[in-house]
């Protein structure tokens, strides 16, 4: 079967709103901050899980080193990860998994900016010769970077994929959920640092843009 469509991610069209907030538990600090929750976290585990089976499927006997993008990719990295181990456990194949990690900043605000930093990164050449799934949203520039150490191959899982003109050149070979090009937080992903404890990805308000905003 040709799993690459589904891959691909599930499309949240342009004009989804998102839920109401009235139908959801979430920390009551962000009350003002948050329009609506875009994702519920329910959604989001699923949809991980049947990222995990193509990994699974596509990776076979190979090893596998995953390459976690702190610090919006963490939660999304743990739970693949997890979710890769107990596949594992009930099924005739075990792949073994190792996890690094590497800090990459590229926004402020709610703005990304033209510079990528990546913090916080050793020496990578334990990837040579590896088969990587790299979890996290700024790729071009790490694919770059990992390249360098001579990986074995090279997959990219994403949880969101947002639809921007440069769509043709993505980069992701196993993705989430395509949304729109709209701002979002919770599930690690951060608004200065911020939202980070929302186990939904929600949408983002004017007034916690304002509020939170350096």
Do not use: Q
């Not at 109401?20 to 929750?37: A, G, M, N, R």
């Amino acid at each position: 079967m040709d799993n690459t469509g589904m891959k691909g991610g599930i499309v949240i069209k342009d004009d989804w709103p998102g839920y109401s907030l009235d139908l959801f538990t979430y920390p009551e600090h962000y009350h003002e901050d948050i329009e609506s929750v875009y994702i519920p976290h329910g959604v989001i585990m699923n949809r991980i899980e049947r990222l995990a089976s193509y990994i699974m499927d596509d990776f076979e006997d190979n090893n596998i080193m995953v390459l976690c993008v702190l610090k919006g990719g963490y939660k999304f990295c743990a739970d693949l990860v997890e979710f890769i181990k107990v596949l594992g456990r009930n099924s005739n194949k075990y792949l073994e998994t190792r996890v690094e990690f590497i800090r990459l900043k590229s926004y402020l605000n709610d703005h990304s900016t033209e510079d990528l930093h990546i913090i916080g990164s050793r020496d990578l050449s334990i990837l040579r010769g590896k088969a990587i799934v790299d979890t996290g949203k700024t790729m071009k520039a790490l694919l770059k970077h990992v390249e360098t150490f001579e990986p074995k191959m090279v997959k990219v899982a994403g949880l969101l994929v947002k639809r921007v003109p440069n769509m043709a050149e993505r980069l992701t070979d196993y993705v989430g959920f395509e949304i729109p090009n709209r701002f979002v937080v919770g599930y690690a992903l951060d608004y200065n640092e911020y939202f980070r404890d929302l186990n939904h990805i929600c949408v983002i308000s004017k007034t916690g843009k304002m509020k939170y905003k350096v």
